[in-house]
């Protein structure tokens, strides 16, 4: 086999990966748009959050200990304890339930009925409020995040390869852990809301609030849980960030590469978002490598916008969006 | 003289107040009262001052003109809006303020004039959202799927198929809502209600944009389910003749105000509701 096609086929690969944690924020965006018509700007801030409060409760880090320090002129940093990852995870989905009944309860209960522009601006609000507490409350450094998840060259995966092409792929174990996870989180979900009764009234929220009301499931209860699961879902998503770049504020702006996967896989659909992340990680890796060395490189930073633009022409409504019909 | 001597026009008295049909259906007590109800959009006044009952099993239809504030006290009723003067009494006792889905969680279920269903699921799955309220397993007995979510999901489908079966839509069971032709989407919005097994049942214009024969049959099934099911039943209609063959009882409202309240035939001859109504239609 010739060694560019095997080349392309490891690059392939490697941007499926990238495009499940592309699909994981994408998920959380469509879960909240579903649910409430509300584009949530925040929920790439909300993953960054979430990793933030991971690392902190893990390491024993004291929230806002600059801010404390600064004004009793204490010196503390820390608990100086190390939690399990596991029990810090559990902590973390507390913290990211309670950011859901608040951001619920101080926001969007005081704004039911707005414009959908208005609930937007609300989210950019959000979102900067959030980084700043997250400053505030862990820092602004650079924090490694490490749950305990295989990381590093997958050996068999090389081998195996290099006995069959005579050439081994590089596919990184924590790409492979994230692949799993999101799998399973996916399916999990899609179980939960066509078969639970929680997810029925999720569903039926989605579909009309009048006529969800009418049947006695609380709207507000229906958002509460909407937020936590996007919130839930942002914490598996600044996992995977976390430990593959480290937590860091950059963070954020990765999740706006979710904007040209909901263009793609449509704004109102689960498979739409994962089936676009994929489409957008491969794309634009097999992108960079055929045309980056040609144009100078580093297409990874708008191959995904023009792609979308492109199906803003062609198909405004995305691959599984619900077609937008209106009558003159 | 009691209400049943002037509904009947002989002594039928029951304790509660209550009577025996003609057609020989037991009329009740008083489950719902609305006293002094006063409802306002800024300046507007929708309803003026407005009290009236309705009785464990009964059929009773609010009517009027357009823009008479019916669906407004059916929206009274069911929780969309509170009034800002008067109390709701339910099974005797006087209700707080609440939202809708606490009252829909009251067993007081409802239909809407511009139907609101859930337009992209099947009838099937529709119909089985009404059962939210008697579905009590928790997330984690239901993650397991075990024992007593297993069996409550069958009683609720069961119920659902029987609701189904009455109202005649078995063959559209599995279809989308949204593709369904306008009077099954109001068959399925009843069935949805019903599936809640209300014990007090709103209809705003459940005839509203129907031919004769859509109205025949959804006039029977509203018949049927009181009679079957035992429900009580609220309707709103514009359609005179339509509630006049129906209902045990009718208030008639006109601008705001209530202007008329009894038996049909009481109601047919009372002068104001001639004027305001009935008059313009057939003199």
């Known amino acids: 086999m010739p060694d560019q096609l095997l080349f392309a086929m490891e690059v392939f690969l490697n941007g499926l990966m990238a495009g499940v944690l592309y699909a994981l924020v994408a998920l959380g965006f469509v879960l909240i748009y579903k649910a409430s018509g509300i584009f949530n700007y925040a929920q790439g801030v909300m993953a960054l959050f979430a990793a933030l409060t991971l690392v902190g409760i893990m390491e024993g880090q004291v929230p806002f200990s600059h801010?404390?320090?600064?004004?009793?002129g204490t010196e503390i940093h820390h608990f100086g304890w190390h939690l399990p990852a596991v029990v810090a995870i559990v902590l973390t989905g507390v913290v990211m339930i309670a950011l859901a009944w608040a951001v619920n309860r101080f926001i969007f209960r005081h704004l039911v009925g707005q414009e959908p522009i208005i609930l937007f601006m609300a989210t950019i609000g959000l979102a900067y409020f959030m980084e700043g507490v997250g400053d505030i409350m862990w820092g602004a450094d650079i924090k490694k995040l490490d749950v305990g998840l295989p990381q590093?060259?997958?050996?068999?995966?090389?081998?195996?390869?290099?006995?069959?092409?005579?050439y081994g792929f590089f596919i990184d174990n924590l790409d492979l852990w994230a692949t799993g996870i999101a799998a399973a989180l996916v399916i999990a979900l899609t179980i939960f809301s066509q078969y639970s009764k929680q997810g029925r009234?999720?569903?039926?929220?989605?579909d009309d609030h009048q006529a969800a009301l009418s049947v006695g499931i609380s709207l507000n209860y229906i958002w509460v849980l909407v937020w936590s699961i996007a919130g839930f879902v942002a914490l598996v998503a600044g996992i995977m960030w976390g430990t593959k770049s480290g937590v860091q504020f950059s963070l954020s702006l990765i999740a706006l590469k979710a904007l040209p996967v909901l263009m793609l896989g449509g704004f109102t659909s689960i498979p739409g978002a994962i089936v676009g992340g994929l489409i957008i990680g491969v794309g634009e890796k097999l992108f960079e490598f055929a045309i980056g060395p040609l144009v100078g490189g580093a297409t990874e930073n708008w191959f995904a916008y023009v792609l979308a633009l492109l199906f803003l022409v062609f198909r405004p409504q995305g691959l599984f969006g619900e077609r937008i019909i209106e009558r003159v | 003289m009691s209400l049943?001597?002037?509904v009947l026009g002989h002594e039928r008295d029951n304790e509660d107040g209550g009577w025996i049909t003609a057609d020989g259906r037991q009329i009740g007590a008083v489950m719902m009262e609305m006293k002094n109800i006063t409802l306002r959009f800024g300046g507007v006044v929708a309803i003026k001052d407005i009290s009236f009952d309705i009785r464990k099993g009964e059929i009773r239809a609010i009517i009027g003109p357009n823009g008479a504030g019916k669906s407004s006290m059916l929206n009274v009723i069911s929780g969309f809006y509170n009034p800002q003067e008067g109390d709701v009494f339910y099974l005797g006792e006087k209700r707080p303020k609440m939202r809708p889905y606490e009252v829909a969680r009251q067993g007081i279920a409802r239909t809407f004039q511009n139907i609101a269903l859930f337009e992209g699921m099947s009838v099937l799955d529709n119909v089985m959202t009404g059962r939210?309220?008697?579905?009590?397993?928790?997330v984690l007995s239901q993650a397991l799927w075990k024992g007593r979510a297993e069996?409550?999901?069958?009683?609720n489908r069961e119920k659902v198929e029987k609701i189904i079966d009455f109202l005649e839509i078995q063959n559209i069971r599995k279809k989308p809502v949204g593709s369904l032709p306008y009077g099954l989407k109001k068959r399925v919005e009843l069935a949805r209600a019903l599936a809640a097994e209300p014990s007090l049942l709103l209809l705003d214009e459940p005839m509203a944009g129907m031919n004769v024969e859509e109205k025949e049959d959804m006039s029977r099934f509203i018949l049927d389910v009181n009679d079957e099911f035992g429900t009580t039943i609220a309707l709103i209609e514009h359609d005179m003749g339509v509630v006049m063959d129906l209902s045990d009882r009718v208030v008639v409202m006109d601008y705001g105000k209530k202007i008329g309240d009894g038996t049909p035939d009481e109601v047919r001859n009372n002068q104001d509701v001639i004027d305001a109504y009935l008059g313009v239609a057939h003199d």
């Not at chain 1, 801010?67 to 009793?72: D, K, P």
């Not at chain 1, 009234?201 to 989605?206: G, H, N, P, Q």
């Not at chain 2, 939210?132 to 928790?138: D, E, F, Q, R, S």
Request: hydrophobic content about 50%.
């Open chain 2, 4 to 6: 049943a001597e002037q």
């Open chain 1, 152 to 166: 590093g060259i997958n050996t068999w995966i090389d081998e195996s390869t290099y006995e069959i092409f005579g």
């Open chain 1, 67 to 72: 801010l404390i320090n600064a004004v009793f």
């Open chain 1, 201 to 206: 009234a999720l569903r039926a929220v989605a």
């Open chain 2, 132 to 138: 939210l309220n008697h579905m009590k397993a928790g």
């Open chain 2, 151 to 155: 069996r409550e999901e069958i009683e």
